[in-house]
Every structure is written in C-alpha cells, then in structure tokens.
C-alpha cells in the first residue's frame, strides 16, 4: 500500500503543469471549486489519461497589468508546460486603454516564450452597452495579439450561451455551474493541440 502510494505520488510530481491564468470567469466566482470550468478540465485530463497537472492561478477582479505584473513570479513559481491566458475582460468592463490591454497581454506571451511555455490565449466580447466601436476593437485585440504572437486562440470564452440570461449568475456576468461544462468544450478544442504537441 505504501509503495503504492509513493509509486502515485511519484507520477503526480512528474506530470507537466497546466496553468489557468485568469480572472473570476476562470477563478470560479460564486461556485463551489468543483463546479468550476477548470476544475472540469482536470478531470477531463485524468479522464484522457493525460499527464498534467492543473494549477488555477486566476483572481477575481484581475486586469491584464495586474497579470503582467505578476507573470513572472507565477511561470518561475509554477513552470508551467502550457498557459491558458484569460484575461481581459475586465479591462473591457472599465473602458480601459485597449492599446494598454494589447501590450500587456503581448508582454504576457513573451514572458511565457522565454519560459519555454506554450500560450492558448482566450477571447472575450462585452455586451452591446458598451458602444459598438469600442466593443468591436475590444474584440479584435485578441486576435491580433494571437497572430503577432502566433498563439493558438479561443475567439469567445463564452461562446455558445452568452445571450442566454438562463446561463448567468444574478449578476449577469458571471456563468453559473450549468454553463461551466460549455465552456470547457468551447476551450477544449483549442486546447488538444497544444496538450498532444510533442
């Protein structure tokens, strides 16, 4: 029982690190730490029989600078093999600077570059309240980020279900439990290919 203990823990310690780097969206705000997308995705890991371990460095209310100020210390801290960038939207729900966004979230990738880590960088949209023109240049910063940078790009984290009320929390900003398993899928598929690469 002991060796095989030891023999687990061994494995575990072995496994590359996956790391979530983002805001409340991935951070899990107002559910319980299983309910989380990110949770899910460790357990379709070890369902997969992929070797990775999962490490959800995201905090509620995280801007990009508030990410790129701490980039660092998390990738020397964790060593990550692949980062899920998440973060963003809530530069867009403060109107901030989308040159300022765009920089960070660059800065960001080039940080994970050097420490040889592979990027999926996640999208997001804002609603139609915050005007036409600044939500489509929202939108775009991603995308032109993911082809400077060449990351692979999850357009719309929320893809699916973010004009269906039914899937948000009373905020209606956050998702609730029922739409963590879309999210995952919508992630997913972007994912695989950086979790097989050799």
């Known amino acids: 029982m002991i060796t095989c203990a030891l023999a687990l823990a061994a494995a575990a310690s072995c496994a590359a690190t996956l790391m979530v780097y983002g805001d409340s969206l991935s951070a899990g705000y107002g559910l319980s730490q299983e309910q989380g997308w990110v949770n899910l995705l460790a357990r379709r890991l070890h369902a997969e029989q992929l070797d990775y371990k999962v490490v959800n460095a995201s905090i509620s209310g995280e801007t990009t600078l508030g990410g790129r100020n701490r980039i660092s210390a998390t990738l020397k801290q964790h060593r990550p093999a692949i980062v899920i960038l998440a973060l963003g939207a809530n530069d867009g729900l403060r109107g901030a600077s989308l040159d300022a966004m765009r920089a960070n979230l660059e800065a960001m990738a080039d940080a994970c570059r050097r420490a040889r880590t592979r990027v999926l960088l996640v999208g997001m949209r804002l609603p139609p309240n915050y005007g036409t023109a600044y939500a489509d240049k929202f939108r775009l910063v991603f995308s032109e980020v993911a082809r400077r940078k060449k990351l692979r790009l999850v357009p719309f ?14 905020d209606g900003i956050h998702p609730t439990a029922e739409a963590q398993p879309m999210m995952l899928e919508t992630m997913w598929k972007e994912l695989w290919p950086l979790l097989t690469q050799p």
């Open 157 to 170: 984290l929320l893809d699916g279900f973010a004009e269906k009320r039914e899937y948000f929390q009373p």
